[in-house]
């Protein structure tokens, strides 16, 4: 194969880091097999399930639908990146089950923790919609991220 | 507890198939036949790629049977001389970038002489077609008990229905994913998704004409499975294995979404018809049932999901004279396979629609003709067998009931459907069982085996083939050892699933995990405790805190030995099965339900959107509340989906619609919290005195929720799933806004 590859630096999880891509390369696969990071996973690649769902400057994305040369200069943040305490109330709520989905889930439920000014408009189910969950049920995943948003406003 | 397993997946650390680390492999890629049938004449590789760079795979080069192992042999691994369905696989490719292998797969074509197909399983067939038996059918099955023509004959009011459902695709969200390698001692080795370790072993052994010592199978985490991954992945693993024998090289075959959904099993679509005697105070007096299933391209699973459909068609009800009849019916489309409920769901969905529908020819409550036939203890089911245990079903549809507000609701349902212009709001009730375990001898058969290790670490280890696929099998194992043992949760550890490590204690399917399975550990916890006991010599086998002393002092005179403890299935005394009558005990227990839908439709789109949902169940003892509501929650939506908007679209035996934009399953926002209560009564052969959960919740959801819109609009909906453009054809349009 003889792609041009292309060099650019992004801030992966509060850190500087410099690649080489392909132009055509999603940041999926630049997660997962360049870089190691397997948290986010490959639910559909098409942007449909949420599995492979990152931040992106503070926005939920679905990183399957990424091609990474966009992320040039911005800042992505992975689920490895998320401090394991604030997974508790999720984990007390049974929102895992297979946990194919779960990494995806988490960033959007951090998402929510960190906007929950949203919530005056919209419901825990219509901001988690994104991410299709097979096992849970949805009921498991909703009472977490409401503990989550709780625990989060009792302790700011 | 809580989910052992549960924060390595909340945090991403947990390493899925695709997620481990592999140095020098190769990916794997299956070319497939592109024809529903025929005989192929040729295969031509596109002279612009240059072959030397791909390890190719056909069917020369198996060097065992090319059969994929399960029931019946009839399904090639790769196919050699006529293809049965669309996706059928025929030549395998491997190579080290993923992007060219992609590219190369297109590259080849499969020349194929086409063959005339069969789609619909009831089109009388030109001899042309026939490609099993006399009749391409499967199995033929049927029960019966009294006598139901003369019953039907006599009968006061006879009523009939005729009730369809739909294939349904699983949907796990990590699709199909297997590594296979050689290891330094030539043992053929796969590691990765699946439900079955066993059955893979069983399809190496076949396939590459080994004994067990010659191949071995690990699970890895597995990203859900529903029945998915019970079959279907020793395929994938024979070919995976076949393409690193051949390369020398570790190989990896992952399905991206499209091919996972179309080539890959799905829940088998059904028909059924019933013809029903009743008194006019609606006591049943015969059930004549009539059901095929589509089975698809091969037989697989097909035998044994119908033979579960058919011994849940008569519903838990008591009737003395039943005659249930099934086919499972060959079609030229990707063969249909396991799916939580196995058959269950389909027969459930037919009998409890007819139930409404008899309840409306007498002008009677869908909830009392339910109450007077609902079995009660010393009844017998369909294959006489008699109800022994549990919570008494009245008492679980009062609680349903209850929880529901059903009265109140439907009256002010009956308000509100009045005053308003093109909403309707609407209840409906289903009752229901799901027998846990293998049907008939099967577990006999089985003879599923268990060890429990006593470790000079002082810890016990479980080791067993069942898997953790999400369903919570290493909480539940933990949990029943520790309480079996009467130690802390954390002296247990339970062995990951590898056939070089652990005893067969049967696939992880039939919501048999905790009942079943869990009772071996239970037993293996004492033949363990009791060589402890003889070892420190004790008199008698110790728990608690004597057992973890004794453990330690054992451990600290035996360093890096261990006592074994063991297991094996021996049937409940009571229970006796008859293969050739099909009578007798079709399960060793039943789980039952009641469950209640509410649902608005809207009359200006015909969605149907399910507002309330009531489950209320009797699996024995909850062993873990979380885990027990979460698979009733999970069953429950994946259940709304089926009822509602799952549709696979066939063309030419192939799912069109394999994509999940246009394959729909309920986001959060599609369905309501689910309300689940659970009446508990151990039951006390399982363990912990568990019976089944699993499957149980698949099987009550979709007659509620299409009950409930025959409440609120006044249709008949006899056909799942209930689109809005299958509604929109019932509703006639004078009554739409
Ligand atoms: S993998 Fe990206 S949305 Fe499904
Ligand atoms: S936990 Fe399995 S898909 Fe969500």
């Given at each position: 194969?003889?792609?041009?590859?292309?060099?650019?630096?992004?801030?992966?999880?509060?850190?500087?880091?410099?690649?080489?891509?392909?132009?055509?390369?999603?940041?999926?696969?630049?997660?997962?097999?360049?870089?190691?990071?397997?948290?986010?996973?490959?639910?559909?690649?098409?942007?449909?399930?949420?599995?492979?769902?990152?931040?992106?400057?503070?926005?939920?994305?679905?990183?399957?639908?990424?091609?990474?040369?966009?992320?040039?200069?911005?800042?992505?943040?992975?689920?490895?990146?998320?401090?394991?305490?604030?997974?508790?109330?999720?984990?007390?709520?049974?929102?895992?089950?297979?946990?194919?989905?779960?990494?995806?889930?988490?960033?959007?439920?951090?998402?929510?923790?960190d906007n929950s000014h949203l919530l005056s408009r919209f419901s825990i189910r219509e901001l988690m919609a994104g991410n299709l969950c097979r096992c849970t049920g949805y009921d498991g995943?909703?009472?977490?991220?409401?503990?989550?948003?709780?625990?989060?406003?009792?302790?700011? | 507890?809580?989910?052992?397993?549960?924060?390595?997946?909340?945090?991403?650390?947990?390493?899925?198939?695709?997620?481990?680390?592999?140095?020098?492999?190769?990916?794997?890629?299956?070319?497939?036949?592109?024809?529903?049938?025929?005989?192929?004449?040729?295969?031509?590789?596109?002279?612009?790629?240059?072959?030397?760079?791909?390890?190719?795979?056909?069917?020369?080069?198996?060097?065992?049977?090319?059969?994929?192992?399960?029931?019946?042999?009839?399904?090639?691994?790769?196919?050699?001389?006529?293809?049965?369905?669309?996706?059928?696989?025929?030549?395998?490719?491997?190579?080290?970038?993923?992007?060219?292998?992609?590219?190369?797969?297109?590259?080849?074509?499969?020349?194929?002489?086409?063959?005339?197909?069969?789609?619909?399983?009831?089109?009388?067939?030109?001899?042309?077609?026939?490609?099993?038996?006399?009749?391409?059918?499967?199995?033929?099955?049927?029960?019966?008990?009294?006598?139901?023509?003369?019953?039907?004959?006599?009968?006061?009011?006879?009523?009939?229905?005729?009730?369809?459902?739909?294939?349904?695709?699983?949907?796990?969200?990590?699709?199909?994913?297997?590594?296979?390698?050689?290891?330094?001692?030539?043992?053929?080795?796969?590691?990765?998704?699946?439900?079955?370790?066993?059955?893979?072993?069983?399809?190496?052994?076949?396939?590459?004409?080994?004994?067990?010592?010659?191949?071995?199978?690990?699970?890895?985490?597995?990203?859900?499975?529903?029945?998915?991954?019970?079959?279907?992945?020793?395929?994938?693993?024979?070919?995976?294995?076949?393409?690193?024998?051949?390369?020398?090289?570790?190989?990896?075959?992952?399905?991206?979404?499209?091919?996972?959904?179309?080539?890959?099993?799905?829940?088998?679509?059904?028909?059924?018809?019933?013809?029903?005697?009743?008194?006019?105070?609606?006591?049943?007096?015969?059930?004549?049932?009539?059901?095929?299933?589509?089975?698809?391209?091969?037989?697989?699973?097909?035998?044994?999901?119908?033979?579960?459909?058919?011994?849940?068609?008569?519903?838990?009800?008591?009737?003395?004279?039943?005659?249930?009849?099934?086919?499972?019916?060959?079609?030229?489309?990707?063969?249909?396979?396991?799916?939580?409920?196995?058959?269950?769901?389909?027969?459930?969905?037919?009998?409890?629609?007819?139930?409404?529908?008899?309840?409306?020819?007498?002008?009677?409550?869908?909830?009392?003709?339910?109450?007077?036939?609902?079995?009660?203890?010393?009844?017998?089911?369909?294959?006489?067998?008699?109800?022994?245990?549990?919570?008494?079903?009245?008492?679980?549809?009062?609680?349903?009931?209850?929880?529901?507000?059903?009265?109140?609701?439907?009256?002010?349902?009956?308000?509100?459907?009045?005053?308003?212009?093109?909403?309707?709001?609407?209840?409906?009730?289903?009752?229901?069982?799901?027998?846990?375990?293998?049907?008939?001898?099967?577990?006999?058969?089985?003879?599923?085996?268990?060890?429990?290790?006593?470790?000079?670490?002082?810890?016990?280890?479980?080791?067993?083939?069942?898997?953790?696929?999400?369903?919570?099998?290493?909480?539940?194992?933990?949990?029943?050892?520790?309480?079996?043992?009467?130690?802390?949760?954390?002296?247990?550890?339970?062995?990951?699933?590898?056939?070089?490590?652990?005893?067969?204690?049967?696939?992880?399917?039939?919501?048999?995990?905790?009942?079943?399975?869990?009772?071996?550990?239970?037993?293996?916890?004492?033949?363990?405790?009791?060589?402890?006991?003889?070892?420190?010599?004790?008199?008698?086998?110790?728990?608690?805190?004597?057992?973890?002393?004794?453990?330690?002092?054992?451990?600290?005179?035996?360093?890096?030995?261990?006592?074994?403890?063991?297991?094996?299935?021996?049937?409940?005394?009571?229970?006796?099965?008859?293969?050739?009558?099909?009578?007798?005990?079709?399960?060793?227990?039943?789980?039952?339900?009641?469950?209640?839908?509410?649902?608005?439709?809207?009359?200006?789109?015909?969605?149907?959107?399910?507002?309330?949902?009531?489950?209320?169940?009797?699996?024995?003892?909850?062993?873990?509340?979380?885990?027990?509501?979460?698979?009733?929650?999970?069953?429950?939506?994946?259940?709304?989906?089926?009822?509602?908007?799952?549709?696979?679209?066939?063309?030419?035996?192939?799912?069109?619609?394999?994509?999940?934009?246009?394959?729909?399953?309920?986001?959060?926002?599609?369905?309501?919290?689910?309300?689940?209560?659970?009446?508990?009564?151990?039951?006390?052969?399982?363990?912990?005195?568990?019976?089944?959960?699993?499957?149980?919740?698949?099987?009550?959801?979709?007659?509620?929720?299409?009950?409930?819109?025959?409440?609120?609009?006044?249709?008949?909906?006899?056909?799942?799933?209930?689109?809005?453009?299958?509604?929109?054809?019932?509703?006639?349009?004078?009554?739409?806004?």
């Amino acid at each position: 194969m003889s792609h041009d590859t292309m060099h650019i630096a992004f801030t992966l999880n509060g850190k500087a880091v410099e690649i080489d891509v392909l132009p055509h390369e999603r940041l999926l696969d630049t997660l997962r097999y360049t870089l190691g990071l397997t948290g986010a996973k490959e639910g559909c690649g098409e942007g449909e399930c949420g599995a492979c769902t990152v931040h992106l400057d503070g926005l939920p994305v679905n990183s399957c639908l990424v091609p990474t040369f966009q992320v040039r200069g911005r800042d992505v943040r992975t689920v490895e990146h998320l401090s394991p305490a604030l997974l508790a109330p999720l984990h007390e709520c049974g929102a895992t089950q297979c946990g194919a989905c779960t990494p995806g889930v988490v960033m959007a439920a951090a998402w929510i923790r960190d906007n929950s000014h949203l919530l005056s408009r919209f419901s825990i189910r219509e901001l988690m919609a994104g991410n299709l969950c097979r096992c849970t049920g949805y009921d498991g995943i909703v009472h977490g991220v409401e503990r989550l948003v709780a625990s989060e406003q009792g302790a700011a | 507890m809580l989910r052992l397993e549960g924060l390595s997946k909340l945090t991403g650390a947990e390493r899925y198939a695709d997620d481990m680390p592999l140095c020098d492999f190769l990916w794997g890629m299956t070319v497939r036949s592109q024809s529903p049938r025929g005989r192929i004449v040729d295969i031509r590789f596109d002279p612009s790629v240059d072959w030397s760079q791909f390890t190719i795979v056909t069917h020369r080069d198996i060097p065992g049977c090319n059969e994929v192992y399960l029931i019946e042999k009839d399904q090639p691994i790769l196919a050699a001389t006529h293809t049965r369905h669309i996706h059928e696989a025929v030549v395998l490719l491997a190579h080290p970038d993923r992007q060219a292998l992609r590219r190369a797969v297109g590259k080849v074509k499969v020349i194929v002489d086409e063959l005339p197909p069969v789609f619909d399983p009831r089109a009388p067939l030109a001899p042309e077609q026939l490609q099993h038996g006399t009749e391409n059918v499967f199995k033929a099955l049927e029960i019966r008990k009294g006598d139901a023509a003369a019953a039907l004959t006599a009968a006061p009011v006879v009523v009939e229905g005729e009730y369809a459902t739909g294939a349904q695709e699983h949907v796990y969200i990590e699709p199909n994913a297997m590594i296979a390698w050689t290891d330094e001692a030539g043992v053929i080795c796969v590691r990765g998704s699946l439900q079955c370790p066993y059955y893979v072993l069983n399809a190496l052994k076949h396939a590459f004409a080994r004994e067990a010592d010659g191949v071995r199978v690990i699970q890895t985490p597995t990203g859900g499975g529903f029945g998915g991954k019970e079959d279907y992945p020793s395929i994938i693993a024979v070919h995976a294995a076949l393409l690193a024998h051949k390369s020398g090289k570790q190989v990896k075959i992952i399905y991206d979404r499209d091919e996972d959904m179309a080539a890959t099993t799905k829940r088998h679509p059904s028909i059924v018809r019933h013809r029903t005697g009743v008194t006019k105070d609606g006591l049943l007096l015969a059930q004549d049932i009539d059901i095929i299933m589509d089975g698809g391209a091969y037989v697989t699973l097909s035998p044994v999901v119908l033979s579960r459909g058919l011994i849940h068609a008569a519903g838990p009800y008591s009737c003395a004279n039943v005659h249930v009849r099934g086919r499972a019916v060959l079609t030229n489309c990707i063969p249909h396979g396991a799916f939580r409920g196995f058959g269950a769901p389909q027969t459930h969905f037919a009998n409890e629609r007819h139930m409404d529908r008899i309840a409306a020819h007498l002008g009677m409550s869908p909830v009392e003709l339910r109450r007077r036939n609902l079995l009660k203890k010393g009844q017998t089911t369909s294959t006489g067998q008699v109800i022994r245990d549990g919570v008494d079903r009245c008492e679980l549809l009062d609680a349903a009931l209850d929880a529901a507000r059903y009265d109140a609701r439907r009256q002010r349902h009956a308000e509100f459907n009045r005053a308003h212009p093109y909403l309707r709001r609407g209840m409906g009730v289903a009752t229901f069982h799901h027998g846990a375990g293998f049907t008939g001898s099967g577990e006999d058969y089985l003879a599923s085996k268990l060890a429990v290790a006593a470790r000079s670490d002082g810890r016990v280890e479980v080791r067993s083939a069942s898997t953790e696929m999400g369903q919570g099998t290493l909480t539940v194992f933990t949990t029943i050892a520790a309480e079996a043992l009467d130690i802390p949760a954390d002296r247990v550890v339970v062995a990951n699933p590898d056939t070089h490590l652990v005893p067969n204690s049967g696939p992880t399917v039939a919501s048999r995990t905790a009942m079943v399975v869990g009772h071996l550990i239970e037993r293996a916890c004492d033949d363990m405790a009791g060589q402890l006991g003889a070892a420190r010599g004790l008199s008698s086998a110790p728990r608690g805190g004597a057992f973890l002393a004794a453990l330690d002092a054992w451990g600290r005179e035996n360093p890096g030995r261990e006592l074994v403890g063991r297991a094996q299935y021996k049937k409940p005394e009571y229970v006796q099965w008859y293969d050739k009558t099909y009578q007798g005990d079709a399960y060793a227990t039943f789980s039952w339900g009641a469950y209640v839908a509410e649902v608005e439709v809207d009359l200006r789109t015909f969605s149907t959107r399910v507002t309330d949902f009531v489950a209320v169940q009797d699996i024995g003892r909850v062993l873990n509340d979380t885990l027990a509501a979460g698979q009733v929650t999970g069953g429950v939506v994946q259940a709304i989906g089926w009822a509602l908007m799952e549709e696979c679209v066939w063309e030419r035996g192939a799912m069109k619609n394999n994509q999940l934009t246009n394959y729909i399953i309920p986001t959060s926002f599609d369905v309501p919290e689910i309300n689940v209560k659970f009446i508990q009564s151990p039951y006390a052969h399982g363990g912990g005195g568990a019976k089944g959960v699993g499957e149980l919740p698949m099987d009550g959801p979709g007659p509620a929720i299409l009950n409930a819109v025959a409440d609120a609009t006044g249709a008949d909906p006899c056909e799942l799933p209930l689109t809005p453009e299958r509604l929109m054809r019932l509703i006639p349009s004078g009554d739409a806004p």
